[in-house]
């Protein structure tokens, strides 16, 4: 196979939790572009709908599927539907993630059930729903996502830091204890992107001009800048690779 054709995805299936805007959206758009066709999940159904037709316009398919991942049951019919929709299952991107932005002291136990349930629990149980599905075909891509707050800690969001932290350790666990069925399970670290969950930052002009400052490549993310590494994760590029975080930060966790 040529270097270049390893990273085509077409005839894959990919499930994409958290598409229905942000990031995950952006991810979803680029591993439809690439050529897999993509089952789309998330809470909100009417985006949902909307990032199907943004994919289904660039030739592949797309299909929505509306569902609470912090309901361990929804991981398992998530991942049935998109068996039963598109007979397989090659690809998961694990983009599932909730914010609450207090002082240590503050945070309640009704904050860190909400943020473990949704950033951690979810995360976990669909990587198991999943993992059941691949090792039937002995091979799968899983891709999670950490963050600068698994490598670094930052002020008001230490709940936050601590389900990333999560997902960091469970990645390596994971590609380890999987391995022999030919699943890779790696990981992509954002750092800060304008999303709705990031908005608070982006809309303070202080927070955005510090937040550049610290960044080497002078600039915020966006989310098409995670669409080589998702690509190249979900690939036959990355068949070699597991265990592994990429950050993708503009130099941040460089400097």
Known sequence: MKVLDQFKLAGKVALVAGASRGLGRGMALALGEAGANISLVARTNPSLEETAGMIEAGGSAAHGIPADLSQTGESERAVRETVDRFGRL???VNSIGAQVRKPALEMGEKDWEYLMGINLKAVYFLGQAAAKEMMKAKMGKIINITSLTSFIGIPNISIYGASKGG??????????????????VNAIGPGYFKTAMSAELFNDPEKLKWLHSRIPMGRTGLPEDLGGAVVFLASD?????????????GGWLAA
């Open 90 to 92: 090659d690809i998961l």
């Open 167 to 184: 997902i960091l350790t469970l990645t390596r666990h994971w590609a380890v204890e999987w391995a022999r069925y030919n699943i890779n």
């Open 237 to 249: 590029a990355s068949n070699y690779i597991t265990g592994q975080v990429i950050n993708v930060d």
